[in-house]
């Protein structure tokens, strides 16, 4: 079966600009879990969605980035006024209500 | 606070020659730990979790409660095993967000 998607896979785009990424997870799957990984670094947790409940946003940087899912489908991460520092790849990941977590090939933002 | 901790962000070694990748954890519970991989150009997958007790790829990795260690293992490293490794650990919660180590980067010399 398709495993986790997400768009783009490269983008682009200037100081200032927002930007939106998407991602299409594993149909069935409950939870959804949005992640950051800059150069050489390690896996960043940004937001959890679990269902219907409140989504875990604990790990989002700034009031710039925000998340939404729709049910238990597509969920879009948006960041306004980009910078910079926001250059990374974001992955998505999703899950039943299991430990195991499917990754995305993750979108490569880069702002320049 | 619950911590995933990898030493080592390179760790580079001869083919044949034993590998082990550290991996120590704090946590005031019973740990459910797990080590992902990222080959390169592929997705970050599961390679094992602690209470399977499996081998994967010939891969073993043991929780040592004493030393608060799950210390990824192979006695013979091949060229293929050149991959991102990553440590985690289940969150409190019961909600199945992982805590994660920083990775550490394996490089199989021929």
């Known amino acids: 079966g398709a495993g986790v998607s997400q768009s783009p896979s490269n983008k682009v785009t200037e100081k200032g600009k927002d930007v939106e990424l998407r991602c299409d997870p594993i149909s069935g799957h409950t939870a959804l879990y949005w992640y950051r990984q800059r150069l050489g670094q390690g896996l960043e947790f940004l937001i959890y969605f679990q269902g219907n409940s409140a989504p875990d946003k604990s790990g989002l940087p700034s009031d710039r980035f925000s998340a939404e899912r729709t049910g238990e489908s597509v969920s879009t991460l948006t960041i306004q006024r980009t910078q910079q520092e926001d250059s990374a790849v974001y992955l998505c990941a999703s899950s039943r209500v299991s430990y195991e977590q499917y990754f995305g090939p993750g979108t490569r933002l880069t702002v320049t | 606070a619950q911590r995933v901790t990898q030493p080592e962000k390179l760790l580079s070694v001869f083919k044949g020659a034993p590998v082990e990748l550290k991996c120590n954890y704090s946590?005031?519970?019973?740990?459910?730990l797990f080590w992902y991989v990222q080959y390169s150009r592929q997705r970050l997958q599961l390679l094992l979790r602690h209470i399977s007790r499996e081998s994967i790829k010939g891969f073993t990795a043991d929780l040592n409660k004493g030393e608060t260690s799950f210390h990824l293992k192979k006695p013979f490293a091949q060229e293929e095993d050149s991959a991102m490794y990553y440590c985690?650990?289940?969150?409190?919660?019961?909600?199945?967000?992982?805590?994660w180590g920083a990775g550490t980067k394996l490089i199989i010399k021929p």
């Open positions: 946590y005031s519970g019973s740990p459910e």
């Open positions: 985690a650990l289940i969150r409190d919660g019961g909600n199945y967000q992982l805590i």
